[in-house]
């Protein structure tokens, strides 16, 4: 996936929506939840306020008991895992609401992705997802 990376591939975002359709067209993420146990998602200032504000919640509270600011300098990330936000079915309690981390998770419907295939090859670790995209995207390439 690291070749692959610096490599300029015509049409391979277009592939690699196809893949994550397909994978996604089988998969039901409620029967893993592991994204949410293990990884967490990337809070903006945005999806804080939207996130609070729908479920009641003082965003300055919630920001000093949940989050600290993400090594990269993005957002602001859980300082503990699981999810507050994760059901125990694995559901989202604030699915409508979630942070545009979750809703592009695991990031293979977004454009650039030749250029991010180290962190989709990182999310394979535990999204069972994420393993079937790059499986076939190896297979491809």
Request: proline share 5%; charged share 25%; aromatic share 10%.
């Amino acid at each position: 996936m690291k070749h692959l990376s610096k490599l300029r591939k015509k049409g391979f975002d277009e592939i690699v929506h196809q893949f994550h359709d397909e994978v996604f067209g089988s998969i039901d993420c409620t029967e893993c939840g592991l994204c949410c146990k293990n990884m967490g998602p990337i809070f903006r200032n945005t999806d804080i306020k939207h996130i609070c504000s729908a479920v009641g919640l003082d965003p300055k509270k919630f920001f000093e008991e949940n989050l600290v600011q993400d090594p990269d300098g993005v957002g602001f990330m859980l300082k503990e895992l699981p999810c507050p936000f994760q059901n125990e079915d694995n559901t989202c309690s604030i699915y409508d609401v979630r942070t545009l981390s979750c809703s592009n998770f695991p990031h293979t419907k977004s454009t650039g992705i030749q250029k991010k295939l180290v962190g989709l090859a990182l999310d394979s670790l535990y999204c069972p997802a994420a393993f079937l995209i790059c499986e076939k995207i190896i297979e491809t390439y």
